[in-house]
């Protein structure tokens, strides 16, 4: 997998107890995938100081904001033109208002009705499924052969009963990965996938693209060391995903959250903590 370029700056913008990474996409661009934190800056937990000069001078990127943990805590990030990102801590569950983009399943959850109707192939054995927002009647799932690397990748409608097998192990883009379905672009007319290893810890390995008119795939080129699903923004252009700056494996623990601008192939570290921990929780309306 490709490695990432990763844009960094850091921005000094209030003093406090935790150890921040800012990062401007309008600055000096870095190579190096496996980044150090350095210019770290601190931000009050409670309260990020603003004049209102700056705050009404500064725009959100996004009409949405990315909720993610900082250790034991949780904040709330606009995306701003500047690059310069100000955490806001919440105080309680009810601030999160999370705004649920996927609908994955498994064997364990898959409702029994759908199962029995969706198409196996011969000593196939469904593994996962994704069901878009936009038609709760179209699915993509990953079948695959039991005690075995070999799978299929179908899309079916429940409702017209149509069915086809997107790809295959030989025809994906990397057959060394099984490859199970992510996310529906917010227009379902592309399927993010991502490359795993069956039977395995290895669950965060590629990321690709897959247009449903053309069947072309496309590289989204993250982080080499993201260690969870990423999370689409609501509008489809933005990825957002925990990663570390070592190599991921069982005992490594995220300490940076970055962002991937689908349209731009950018990737940003919004912020980072050497000596902590990182998680995304999901994306938000923005409050500011």
Excluded: C
Excluded at 70 to 81: A, Q
Excluded at 136 to 149: A, G, Q, S
Excluded at 175 to 188: A, E, R, T, V, W
Excluded at 248 to 263: C, D, G, K, R, T
């Amino acid at each position: 997998m490709k490695k990432s370029t990763l844009l960094i700056t850091a921005g000094l913008i209030a003093v406090g107890v935790i150890s921040f990474i800012v990062s401007n996409n309008n600055n000096a661009q870095s190579t190096n995938n496996d980044p150090s934190v350095s210019d770290s800056v601190t931000i009050e937990e409670t309260a990020v100081l603003q004049t209102e000069s700056a705050s009404s001078a500064v725009h959100s990127v996004s009409p949405y904001e990315i909720i993610y943990q900082h250790n034991d805590k949780r904040f709330r990030i606009n995306l701003k033109e500047t690059g310069v990102y100000h955490p806001f801590l919440l105080t309680n569950e009810s601030e999160m208002e999370l705004i649920e983009m996927e609908k994955r399943f498994t064997t364990s959850v898959i409702p029994k009705e759908v199962l029995e109707a969706l198409p196996l192939s011969k000593d196939m054995l469904f593994y996962m499924g994704l069901q878009s927002n936009l038609d709760p009647n179209l699915w993509v799932y990953t079948e695959r052969k039991d005690e075995d690397t070999l799978f299929n990748v179908r899309l079916y409608n429940l409702s017209t009963k149509e069915s086809k097998i997107l790809f295959n192990q030989a025809s994906s883009p990397n057959q060394k990965y099984g490859f199970k379905p992510l996310i529906f672009s917010p227009d379902n007319k592309r399927v993010y996938f991502e490359a795993f290893v069956f039977d395995s810890y290895l669950n965060n390995e590629e990321l690709w693209e897959l247009d449903l008119n053309t069947l072309a795939f496309r590289e989204i080129n993250i982080h080499s060391f993201y260690t969870s699903s990423p999370k689409m923004s609501p509008d489809g252009k933005f990825f957002a995903y925990p990663a570390a700056s070592q190599p991921n494996n069982v005992h490594v623990s995220p300490n940076q959250l970055l962002l991937f601008n689908i349209e731009t192939e950018e990737e940003s570290r919004i912020i980072a903590d050497e000596n902590g921990f990182i998680g995304l929780i999901g994306w938000s309306e923005a409050k500011q």
